[in-house]
């Protein structure tokens, strides 16, 4: 691409880093889009994202632009296992291939409404979780897929031998487990001891 099509931003304060291009799909411009989450729902419903280069270790060669860039998202699917889309001014597979690896966020505030009872992951990090008793099990550092539901992996810090370390500790994500989920509050309440 020697001119880029995309208009140069910076990336909104409530961005949230939904997936990445994968490669070039067909021959008319298409990628094929890597989500990061099985909750593929904001990346469907936006109309426009804002791409940031590849990381570090997959940037050799990238040239397609610089900086930020925010591009409208001209038609978008799922298909077999995945997502393909098609952005405004990625007319060819040329183009699609310089877009590998980049990055895609989409502003929190666009996201659709969760359904009642579902939360998207992005809410759910940071959160305290405590027990039934009060008692401070960790805070959420990251949603873990295993199938059918998720995972919460948690931080927490344990003393061994006076001296604190930082730990982990998972709770599957079902309602047998989790009592309540407050966002405004930042807590979650959960069936679970420490020892489990």
């Known amino acids: ?7 140069a931003t910076s990336l909104p304060d409530d961005a949230v880093e939904l997936g990445r291009i994968q490669e070039a799909w067909g021959v008319k411009g298409w990628v094929r889009i890597h989500p990061h989450s099985a ?4 990346l469907l419903a936006s109309t426009a994202w804002y791409l940031q ?10 040239s397609a632009y610089t900086g930020h860039v925010q591009v409208q998202v001209a038609d978008i699917k799922t298909h077999s296992d995945g997502i393909v889309a098609r952005l405004d001014g990625v007319d060819d597979r040329s183009a699609a291939e ?23 992951w992005v809410d759910l990090i940071g959160l305290d ?20 539901n998720s995972v919460l992996v948690m931080e927490y810090t344990e ?12 709770v599957p994500f079902v309602a047998a487990y989790i009592d309540d989920v407050d966002l405004k509050a930042r807590r979650i309440t959960a069936d679970w001891q420490t020892d489990y």
């Open 1 to 7: 691409m020697s001119s880029s099509p995309f208009a």
């Open 39 to 42: 909750d593929t729902s904001a």
């Open 53 to 62: 280069p590849p990381e570090a270790r997959f940037s050799r060669g990238f």
């Open 98 to 120: 310089a877009l590998r690896g980049v990055r895609i966020s989409v502003p929190r505030s666009t996201f659709p409404p969760a359904a009642d009872g579902e939360y998207y």
């Open 129 to 148: 979780v405590v027990n039934r008793e009060g008692v401070h099990l960790g805070v959420v550092r990251d949603l873990m897929p295993t199938g059918p």
């Open 159 to 170: 003393t061994v031998d006076g001296v604190d370390k930082t730990a982990e500790r998972m």
